[in-house]
């Protein structure tokens, strides 16, 4: 797990504790109400478990909030790195979307050819072995 999601976890499961005490409930309370054990709640609390989308809204129905409370005062920081696949550039996102969906593997294995002879990586990797 990355820190930013680690952060990001650990900062839901505080959020969710401090609504709980706020109105009054214990773990089991609202552990009851979810139809869970306390012990899970627990560790969304604590961030050692990870609260799905769909746990996360419940809770918040629960909890009589909106699921923004939850990420209120998040303050990440860990610095964005790009998307690997050039996640910005237009033309790459549409390739790639293009790219899975071809289906015969052989198909793909040539394109992906075609590809690294254009961009020149296979005459780089030729020449560095």
Request: no cysteine.
């Amino acid at each position: 797990m990355g820190k930013l999601a680690k952060q990001v976890d650990d900062h839901v499961g505080e959020r969710i504790r401090e609504r709980r005490t706020m109105m009054g409930l214990t773990q089991e309370n609202l552990a009851n109400s979810l139809s869970i054990s306390y012990q899970q709640v627990q560790k969304y609390e604590t961030g050692a478990n990870r609260v799905s989308a769909g746990r996360l809204y419940e809770i918040a129905k629960r909890l009589d909030v909106d699921m923004s409370f939850f990420f209120d005062g998040l303050q990440p920081t860990t610095d964005k790195e790009p998307l690997e696949h050039g996640g910005k550039n237009r033309s790459t996102i549409e390739l790639v979307r293009n790219f899975s969906d071809i289906s015969d593997n052989s198909v793909r294995s040539a394109v992906s050819g075609l590809i690294k002879t254009l961009s020149g990586k296979s005459r780089r990797r030729a020449r560095a072995a």
